[in-house]
């Protein structure tokens, strides 16, 4: 599978998707579980769906990419990227039933696919709350910013070969 043009610091590797659902499982989840979620949510991308949410995207649209990982290479839409914007400071505002809501902003990769719906309820409860801003819908999202992804930060290939290298340490072309 070659999945080119998605937002992140490299085209989409579903290695790098099987690595964030590993970090992101705990005592519920077995090891042996993860292949077949991960394949399950893999073939989201062929279907141009967000793999967090399972939306399709729209013509021409550009997935943004996800937070789960420093690449930010697992495409995903916009209501879910906004979703993840907001995520840690939801968890740190989530401290009673009332707050239940923002827990739809959460969702850890072993939880994917998330309900679109309650992901946009999420979304559209931290706006009100927090940020005094309006009604989304799923799929109709404001554009409030960059995306994220290649489409805010361009697109270096060189930049990730030296992040996966260690950041800050040497560059390319040093003496050995
Ligand atoms: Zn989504
Ligand atoms: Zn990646």
């Known amino acids: 599978m070659s999945v080119q043009s998605f937002s992140g610091a490299h085209p989409f590797r579903p290695q790098c998707l099987v690595d964030a659902y590993l970090d992101s499982q705990d005592d519920r989840y077995a090891r042996s579980d993860a292949a077949a979620d991960v394949a399950d949510l893999i073939g989201h991308v062929g279907e141009g769906r967000c793999l967090r949410c399972g939306v399709g995207f729209a013509d021409g649209e550009i997935p943004s990419g996800s ?37 739809g902003l959460l969702a850890p990769v072993v939880e994917w696919p998330v309900s679109p719906e309650r992901v946009a309820e999420a979304v559209m409860a931290f706006r009100a709350r927090y940020l005094g801003v309006g009604m989304v819908e799923v799929g109709e999202m404001q554009d409030t910013g960059g995306s994220g992804g290649w489409v805010e930060f361009g697109f270096d290939e060189s930049a990730d070969c030296e992040e996966r290298e260690g950041r800050g340490r040497g560059s390319r072309g040093d003496p050995a």
């Open 67 to 103: 937070r789960v990982t420093e690449c930010r290479c697992i495409p995903i839409c916009r209501v879910c990227s906004e979703s993840e914007a907001y995520a840690a400071e939801a968890r740190a505002r989530v401290k009673s039933p009332d707050d239940a809501v923002l827990l």
